[in-house]
DNA sequence: CCCGATGATTCGGG
DNA sequence: CCCGAATCATCGGG
């Protein structure tokens, strides 16, 4: 019976129709990007889809089955002529008819679950449908990541701001630090001429009186430049393969 | 179409 | 909870 809950949960089945607000929505809304309505609307309409399908699909069940009934005492009725046929009997011949339609019945619920499951992974999961941030919002992190090379763990309260400049949330922005420390310290060569390009944006940007104590580079903690552009050829990248499931 | 870049998620550890 | 690491899934340029 947790195929009903589920169900009732996406909004399949329960409540015909209205608002309908499940708990699709913010069950994983973790680190969405900001317009989430659309790509929800979308998901919406093929959850309509599947609500649609699964009540149709519901609706002949519980017909056929009625019709099946029928049919039956009917056929019952014409043996009680030649031989005596209880009450009880019916009932217990119905019973068996009813158990059977809801068997059927459970198969379609359970192949609706599948159906919104697929649908939830496929539109709900973040990582799909990812929009690369803007040149602008990259700017403002790359500006902070190699200006704080030191140390680039922004508190709660820059972590903020930051979002609040970028335009994205605070967990995004997390995120893009995550992401960055680690792909910075796996290609330092690589990484070291964006180091550059953003330093000398930098000092473009004060003129020269900057506050910063000249005593050489601030150097990093996390790893020391080697500069070297060699011998970064290809690391292993395996396979890969695009597993086609098809939607 | 391939492949690197990149944002997001998952997992193990402190 | 945050971090690093591995991994996933998409984007975007060639």
């Not at 909004?11 to 929800?40: C, F, L, Q, R, T």
């Amino acid at each position: 019976m947790r195929l009903d809950n589920m169900l009732i949960a996406e909004g399949v089945a329960g409540p015909e129709k209205g608002g309908g607000v499940g708990a699709a929505a913010n069950a994983s809304a973790a680190a969405g990007a900001g317009d989430s309505a659309i790509e929800h609307s979308d998901y919406r309409a093929k959850l309509g889809q599947i609500r649609q399908i699964y009540h149709q699909e519901l609706e002949k069940y519980e017909q056929a089955c009625n019709e099946f009934t029928t049919h039956v005492m009917n056929l019952l009725r014409e043996q009680s002529r030649t031989r005596p046929i209880t009450p009880k009997e019916i009932e217990r011949m119905v019973q068996i008819i009813h158990k059977k339609f809801s068997s059927i019945q459970m198969q379609l619920k359970q192949s609706t679950c599948e159906a919104v499951m697929i649908l939830r992974s496929r539109f709900l999961d973040a990582r799909r449908r990812r929009r690369n941030f803007s040149k602008q919002a990259s700017e403002i992190l790359n500006e902070y990541f190699y200006s704080n090379l030191s140390n680039p763990y922004p508190s709660e309260e820059e972590k903020e701001a930051l979002a609040r400049r970028c335009s994205i949330t605070v967990n995004q922005v997390s995120n893009w630090f995550g992401n960055k420390r680690i792909r910075y310290k796996k290609n330092i060569g690589k990484a070291q001429e964006e180091a550059n390009l953003y330093a000398a944006k930098k000092a473009a940007g004060e003129a020269g009186a900057s506050p910063y104590s000249m005593s050489g580079t601030p150097g990093p903690m996390m790893s020391p430049p080697p500069g070297d552009e060699s011998s970064m050829g290809g690391y292993g990248m395996p396979g890969m393969n695009g597993s086609g499931y098809s939607g």
